[in-house]
């Protein structure tokens, strides 16, 4: 009998989803797969919003940012009942594999079903903040950089027209992914994200310094979990007297439509996780490092850490100089 597929994305939304739940189905249905659909992730499981799907079910959407199959956080899923509940549901439609997309919540919820039934879990990668260190990049993270560079390009008009220094809030509690490429692409003077420590002082030593050059205009990309940027921005203000406006860029990063990378990936993620599910794996999660497509064990993959680039963030530094 042939196997029967589930997709499903969950916790935060990212592009690059889209083109990857297509690329499942339409790959999986190449493979003689039965391919559904689950609505709002793991609550659509216990909800048992699960539909089949066809080459058509999954038209138009490529170019889409965000997820079609909707996404959400399930508290019940952490729970024992939960999960039966889902497993339960995913019987009745004979339900075999299932195809997670999404972050390392994704992948806990995704491990403890595995871990607690005889469904095989295989997760895809999808958070803008590229915060697994298992792999090089996650879908969503090279368009969320790409619509920062959008922004970075709008406020150097402006901050060049007003001579001001401008301070750019960019996602990333943990991982200062985006605020690292983003800033190198940009030309930031400056980048602080929450991996590398910082010294105020120093940097309103050389922002000062940059003006008396007369360099009147300069760019601080922030990643939110580098510190409080409203304390920050007052320090600098106050160190300097050099004008210093703050935009926070926020859910616009989440959106936007799919770049030619994520596409690629997404894709690729796919063909990777329909090829393992026929050779009946569980527990693994896709990834992809030094351009080559690769698959590593859920808990193994959770557990890795350290992926920041600091030859990147140095070679910024210089960039920047
Ligand atoms: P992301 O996948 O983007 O990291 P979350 O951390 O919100 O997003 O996780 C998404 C969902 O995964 C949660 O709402 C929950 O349903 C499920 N989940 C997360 N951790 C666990 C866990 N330890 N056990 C079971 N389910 C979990």
Not at 79 to 84: D, K, Q
């Amino acid at each position: 009998m042939g196997k029967k597929v589930a997709v499903l994305t969950s916790g935060g939304d990212a592009p690059g989803m889209n083109p990857c739940i297509r690329a499942c189905v339409r790959f999986g249905l190449y493979k003689g797969l039965e391919m559904y659909g689950v609505r709002r992730g793991y609550q659509g499981l216990i909800d048992d919003d699960i539909f089949l799907m066809n080459s058509r079910s999954v038209s138009d959407i490529v170019q889409r940012g965000g997820t079609f199959l909707k996404t959400a956080r399930c508290e019940d899923f952490k729970t024992v009942e939960g999960i039966n509940k889902a497993v339960a549901n995913l019987k009745k439609y004979g339900i075999t594999d299932v195809i997670a997309i999404g972050g390392d919540g994704t992948f806990r919820g995704g491990k403890a079903m595995a871990d607690n039934s005889d469904i095989s879990v295989i997760g895809i990668p999808g958070t803008i903040d590229n915060d697994l260190a298992y792999t090089d990049f996650t879908l969503g993270f090279d368009t969320s950089v790409n619509t920062v560079l959008w922004a970075i390009n709008s406020l150097r008009d402006t901050m060049g027209s007003h001579d001001r220094c401008s301070l750019l809030e960019v996602m990333g509690r943990r991982c200062g992914d985006i605020a690292l490429y983003a800033g190198i692409c940009g030309g930031a003077e400056y980048i602080l994200v929450p991996e590398v420590p910082y010294d105020l002082d120093a940097i309103a030593d050389s922002l000062k310094k940059a003006h008396e050059r007369g360099k009147t205009s300069n760019m601080i990309i922030f990643a939110e979990g580098a510190g409080n940027k409203d304390e920050i921005c007052a320090y600098l203000k106050e160190k300097t007297g050099v004008k210093i406006t703050t935009t926070t860029l926020g859910h616009i990063q989440r959106g936007g439509s799919p770049t030619m990378q994520d596409r690629i990936l997404a894709n690729k993620f796919a063909e990777r996780a329909i090829e393992l599910i026929m050779l009946g794996a569980t527990n693994r999660v896709i990834g992809t490092r030094d351009n080559r497509i690769i698959d590593e064990n859920i808990s193994e993959a959770l557990e890795m850490s350290g992926k920041f680039d600091k030859k990147l963030y140095k070679l910024a530094e210089i960039m920047s100089l």
